[in-house]
């Protein structure tokens, strides 16, 4: 597993106005979210990066009003998948 380490300069972790204890869990999680809303992290790994499971992922995505990336395909794979083994 690679770390990779972010360096935020003092003034700026001051202003998020989050307890000490709290900062890198936040900006981990907004990482996760912004990097899912590109399209450059699935839900599954962005929910992992912001050390969330995947339902309190989809609740954040949900109070966030964050579109998930599920097509029209998707569902049509999934019911295929679901429906195959019947």
């Known amino acids: 597993m690679s770390n990779i380490t972010i ?3 003092r003034d700026i972790v001051q202003a998020l106005r989050l307890p000490p204890d709290a900062v890198a869990v936040e900006l981990q999680r907004e990482l996760a979210v ?3 809303q590109r399209g450059i992290l699935s839900s599954g790994k962005a929910a992992a990066l912001a050390g969330m499971n995947r339902w309190e992922w989809g609740e954040l995505l949900g109070a966030r009003k964050i579109p998930r ?9 999934d019911i295929t998948y679901a429906t195959r083994s019947q």
């Open 7 to 9: 360096r935020v300069p």
């Open 34 to 36: 912004a990097l899912y």
């Open 69 to 77: 990336h599920y097509s029209d395909e998707d569902l049509d794979r």
